[in-house]
């Protein structure tokens, strides 16, 4: 199944969530990863139309959250 493939990662400095799709292209970020998620099924769609791009079935969201282990 085709799908265009977003990634999501959090950015510690500027405290936000990040996405991209090369593909598409689509670069967003957001303080909200759930405003963020929401964000990109409103742009994506738009994005594809104005670039020509395929119409896809889905959208493959995937989400890296890193998590800093403090030993003492």
């Known amino acids: 199944m085709n799908e265009y493939k977003v990634n ?3 950015d510690d400095e500027a405290e936000v969530w ?3 799709c ?3 292209p ?3 970020e957001d303080g909200s ?7 990109v099924k409103i742009a994506a769609p ?3 139309e104005m670039n020509n791009l395929p119409k896809y079935e889905s959208l493959l969201f995937n989400v890296t959250q ?3 282990m403090v030993y003492t």
């Open 46 to 48: 738009e994005l594809i």
């Open 33 to 39: 990863l759930d405003k963020l998620m929401y964000r």
């Open 22 to 24: 090369d593909e598409i």
């Open 66 to 68: 890193r998590e800093k």
């Open 8 to 10: 999501f990662s959090w």
């Open 18 to 20: 990040i996405a991209v």
């Open 26 to 28: 689509l670069t967003l």
